[in-house]
């Protein structure tokens, strides 16, 4: 008998363990491992602009139902859903000057929770100071509204990163979602959060799914994308750095060759980077501009422990650099919504492949192989963040007292004969901004 003989016709389905996730990674709700590290970082809750006094909004993250407003002073607030007097929804209240007035007995909260009214109480009530709505600190910056949920006196400074400090002429910040619904308080998505966060550190799929298996798919590709040879699954293994250790998370580089107009080629490298605890570096995979200073950070926020949020910051001349994010994969050449059931089927590209993994997906049933190396040290790196917040340590990127701006180290570099001399590291990429 040879190593290639078929096994007995027995199946293997029968009979299996139940499959299982990984509680410890995924789970986001108050006092899980996961979720406690996740609050010890600020956090995307809404877009600046958006966020207006108009009416409350509500949203969920890391498990809790929460209500984010904007005052009549302009001050954003974020407190919980149910109000403190009995428990109505101040989703229905109504934003005044100096507060959020709940629908049900008119009781007001102001944006730290401090009840400023009882309506139908005696003397407005005489002891309304211990009827404190819950609520979290918020802090804007690069036109999001951040949200702070751990313990208040774990709270960081909001970090600041290099590549939104110094706007060149005719660049702005953009972070509205372009999409109805979705521009306040971000874009939903029903899947587990680290579905989508460990996606940024599987480059391979990008050769599979968005190329070979189903069409191409970035649009621009062959343009001004990147070349055929860029997308062959078959030798993108050798490709591939894995895993440079940054200073705020981790990073790969895909080599790839850029076709010149006089025949010749040049080496080019592709860089994501992903910093704790859940924000993702992507280059334009539409419009490939080389050697530019990194332009964009998207940040994955747990809404529970099946769905999640994102929110996307772009330094940008126009709001087209956004929509490429956002828009920039067609499926059959067409819009996710324009699809037939069938077009899911034979033109499948992100939403389809981990929103298919499931809720959660079931780490139990995986074969993890080569090229999910940066998976595997993702998964490490949240791993380490957990348990240095169990053991009473501050996690990777929360830093008391942090002042400068985060190096941001993503983008699409051209490779100079000196870098080719030796094996790419974190070293040989150039700093955002050279
Ligand atoms: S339940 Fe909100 S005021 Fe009564
Ligand atoms: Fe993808």
Same mark, same amino acid.
């Given at each position: 008998?040879?190593?290639t003989?078929p @096994? $007995?016709? !027995?199946?293997t389905g ?8 990984? =509680? &410890?990674?995924?789970?986001v709700?108050p006092?899980?491992?996961m979720g ?6 600020w956090h ?5 602009n958006?966020? !207006? ?6 949203? &969920?993250?890391? #498990?809790?139902?929460l209500?984010v407003?904007?005052d #009549?002073?302009?001050?954003?607030g /974020? ?6 007097h009995r428990?109505s929804s101040?989703y ?6 100096d507060g959020?007035?709940?629908?049900y007995? #008119? ?7 401090n009840?400023l009214?009882?309506?139908c ?6 002891r309304?100071?211990? %009827?404190r709505?819950p609520w ?10 951040? *949200? ?7 709270k $960081?400074p909001?970090p ?9 002429d005719?660049?702005?910040?953009? @972070?509205e979602m $372009? ?5 306040? !308080?971000?874009?939903?998505v ?13 480059p /391979?799929h ?5 190329y070979?298996?189903s069409g ?5 590709? #062959?343009?001004?994308?990147?070349p055929p @040879? ?12 894995y895993?440079?250790t ?13 076709d010149e ?9 592709w ?13 334009d ?15 994955i926020?747990?809404s529970?422990?099946t ?5 996307a910051?772009v ?6 650099r956004?929509? &490429? ?10 819009? $996710? ?8 089927q ?9 929103g298919?993994q ?7 049933e995986?074969?993890? *192989?080569?090229?999910d190396?940066?998976?595997v ?6 791993r380490?963040?957990?348990?240095? *917040?169990e053991?009473g ?7 008391p007292?942090e002042?400068?701006?985060?190096? *941001?180290? %993503?983008g /699409?570099f051209?490779?100079? %004969?000196?870098?080719t001399?030796?094996?790419p590291? =974190?070293a040989? /990429? ?5």
């Open positions: 008998m040879t190593a003989s @096994s $007995p016709d !027995t199946g029968y009979g299996r363990p139940a499959s299982s996730h990984d =509680a &410890r990674l995924t789970e709700g006092g899980t491992p406690e590290a996740l609050r010890r970082y995307p809750i809404a877009s600046s958006a966020l !207006t006094s108009d009416v409350p909004h509500r949203t &969920r993250i890391l #498990g809790e139902d209500i407003f904007r #009549g002073a302009g001050r954003p /974020v407190v919980f859903e149910r109000c403190a428990g101040l229905y209240g109504r934003v005044e000057d959020i007035r709940c629908c007995h #008119g009781w007001k909260f102001d944006v730290q929770g009840c009214e009882q309506a109480e005696p003397a407005l009530g005489r309304r100071d211990v %009827a709505q979290y600190p918020v802090e804007e910056r690069y036109g999001l509204v951040f *949200v702070y949920m751990g313990p208040p006196e774990h $960081p909001l600041r990163y290099d590549i939104f400090e110094d706007l060149e005719g660049e702005s910040l953009i @972070s $372009p999409i109805p619904g979705q521009n306040v !308080t971000g874009m939903v029903d899947f587990n959060w680290l579905q989508s966060f460990e996606n940024a550190m599987d /391979v990008a050769m599979w799914l968005h070979t298996h191409p798919q970035f649009e621009g590709t #062959g343009t001004i994308g990147f @040879s860029y997308y062959d699954p078959y030798t993108v293994s050798d490709k591939i750095q895993n440079i940054t200073d705020h998370g981790l990073m790969y580089l895909q080599r790839w060759q850029r107009p006089d025949g010749t080629t040049v080496d080019m490298d860089a994501i980077e992903v910093q704790l605890p859940s924000i993702i570096a992507l280059p995979f539409v419009e490939v501009v080389p050697d530019r200073r990194h332009d964009c950070l998207i940040w926020v747990p529970d422990d769905s999640h949020r994102a929110f910051v330094r940008a001349q126009s709001p087209d956004l929509m &490429r994010i956002i828009m920039g994969i067609k499926q059959n050449g067409k819009l $996710p919504w324009e699809l037939t059931e069938e077009e899911h034979r033109f499948p590209s992100d939403f389809e492949a981990q298919s499931g809720p959660i997906t079931q780490h139990s995986e074969t993890l *192989v080569t090229s190396k940066g998976v040290a993702l998964r490490r790196m949240l380490k963040m957990v348990d240095d *917040v053991a340590r501050d996690p990777l990127n929360v830093e007292g002042a400068r701006p985060r190096q *941001v180290k %993503a /699409v051209t490779v100079t %004969a000196k870098q001399d030796v094996e590291t =974190a040989a /990429v150039p700093a955002a901004g050279s």
